[in-house]
């Protein structure tokens, strides 16, 4: 199969929704989940209740972020949205159901929570924000990371002008956005992200303590696909490593996944847990104990196929779940007891399907349970999962470590992929994006060229010209749905980022 890859109130009413009674877990959960596209937050349980369902506010014609960031009790849910005069950055309260903090933006100017977006953008007690945002496709207005305070409404900021983040360092190509990545203990961890480009296996990150205005380097977030584990500070991600095996993707020469690299903040180390192939968005599952990852597998004709692994500290893989139900899984959070997973109802309903797997109480064979699904057009991915009863740090097994004499992988320049025979000039196609990527669109064909726009998941496209090929990957003049013209690549990284339709 081939991969599908991750105003004021309105309250919609349930009878929206199409729920389907499931198996509960022996530990009660409930999960927040969020349509981009509308700003609809839908909450349901382990049962397959539908709890609430509504829209963030937002100003008339705005633009959602790509993602939210749930406080981890659940109450507090910041986001931005752009409206044609400015972009503003609210955080909602979702049991009190009113805004609790705007603050606008410049408009056009993108923000953190398009990229990355946590319960770890609250400190500790909700007492603190942290977002930052730039100017997109403007190299000289620099940046800012701002952390608010929720009980006074102050603010704290960080600007690329200022003496301190004078240390940091620009890789010298892009427009920088920082990713906020953690805050707390009055620190905020960041990435630099350098926009208009295609992505790096891995990104430089700091640390900037909001007390003293001290910034130094952080070796904790390398990635914006990072999660950090509450209870242990543990981080785990899953990376590019040209020091072992499927470093590069066999077509195109892109880097691919093939480590799922962990930081430990008791001796301060990042290091090599396991090495697999085609491996992405590693999630904590079973309250710590285990690693879930999406793995793709390449059948003929360069189809990756999806599985989801269960993976054990040791670095073992314990078990699959072969194409998750789906070819695409748009999002996967755990739970105390296993994990819960997101996939599309279908190709043209437009709705979402919520999964849970039980990885406590079996072993080996793990068997994913429908819990709920949407009416179609109404679909969203999970942001939020809570339940009873985490687990403590100190049940957790020890971690695997490979060695870093691995054999090196054997450096093969990059192989032009084959020219599509079913993307068509005059057609269309549908942008497939992981979670949370946009899809560049650049004047020219080629990596040089510049950024024009992003173009969001989903977005269907008009093929105008193409393929050319260009820096190993093939290109194709499109129209957006706006009237604006530009290059894209057909696929990268092993995704196909034009679905013919």
């Not at 100017?135 to 620099?142: E, K, N, P, R, Y």
């Not at 599985?307 to 893989?317: K, L, N």
């Not at 004499?405 to 196609?429: D, K, Q, R, Y």
Request: charged residues 15%; negative net charge.
């Amino acid at each position: 199969m081939k991969k599908r890859v991750w105003i004021l109130l309105v309250v919609l009413v349930a009878s929206m929704m199409v729920w389907v009674p499931a198996q509960a877990q022996d530990v009660a959960w409930s999960a927040w989940l969020y349509d981009a596209v509308s700003g609809r937050m839908t909450e349901v349980d382990n049962t397959g209740a539908l709890i609430s369902q509504f829209q963030l506010p937002a100003e008339p014609g705005s633009t959602y972020s790509l993602n939210v960031a749930i406080s981890a009790d659940g109450d507090l849910v910041g986001y931005s949205a752009s409206a044609p005069d400015a972009t503003y950055v609210n955080i909602y309260s979702l049991s009190g159901q009113t805004t609790v903090f705007s603050t606008a933006l410049p408009a056009g100017v993108g923000t953190s929570l398009d990229y990355s977006a946590s319960a770890f953008n609250f400190s500790e007690a909700n007492a603190t924000f942290a977002f930052s945002f730039a100017a997109l496709g403007d190299s000289t207005s620099g940046w800012q990371i701002r952390v608010v305070d929720l009980a006074t409404l102050g603010e704290t900021t960080l600007s690329e002008g200022d003496a301190a983040a004078s240390t940091i360092v620009s890789p010298g190509f892009g427009f920088m956005l920082p990713l906020v990545m953690y805050n707390r203990n009055q620190e905020v961890k960041f990435l630099m992200l350098p926009l208009g480009t295609d992505g790096m296996p891995s990104y430089d990150a700091y640390t900037w303590n909001t007390a003293s205005g001290a910034i130094a380097p952080d070796a904790t977030y390398i990635t914006p696909d990072v999660e950090t584990l509450a209870q242990s500070g543990e981080a785990i991600s899953t990376i590019s490593d040209s020091r072992f095996p499927d470093s590069a993707d066999p077509t195109s020469g892109y880097p691919s996944n093939n480590t799922l690299v962990v930081f430990d903040p008791a001796t301060n180390e990042r290091f090599v847990a396991a090495v697999l192939p085609r491996v992405y968005n590693a999630t904590f599952i079973q309250g710590g104990e285990r690693v879930a990852a999406v793995h793709y597998e390449i059948l003929p004709d360069n189809i990756y196929n999806p599985s989801i692994q269960i993976i054990e500290r040791s670095g073992e893989v314990s078990g699959t779940i072969d194409e998750a139900d789906k070819d695409e899984v748009t999002s996967l959070f755990g739970t105390a007891n296993g994990f819960v997973y997101t996939v599309p109802s279908g190709s043209d309903s437009g709705g979402t399907q919520l999964y849970a797997v039980d990885t406590r109480a079996i072993a080996g064979t793990f068997t994913p349970v429908e819990v709920w699904e949407s009416a179609p057009g109404s679909g969203g991915v999970l942001m939020w999962v809570g339940d009873a009863n985490p687990v403590a740090a100190a049940t957790f097994g020890a971690w695997g470590r490979v060695a870093e004499t691995a054999p090196a992988e054997p450096t093969t320049p990059p192989i032009a992929p084959p020219a599509s025979s079913v993307l068509t000039v005059g057609g269309e196609a549908t942008v497939q994006t992981t979670e949370g990527e946009v899809l560049n669109l650049r004047s020219g064909a080629g990596r040089d060229f510049g950024l024009l726009t992003t173009v969001r998941n989903g977005t269907v496209v008009t093929l105008l010209e193409g393929p050319t090929d260009a820096g190993g990957f093939l290109w194709w003049r499109v129209r957006l749905p706006d009237g604006t013209e530009g290059w894209v690549v057909e696929s990268a990284d092993g995704i196909e980022t034009l679905v013919p339709r």
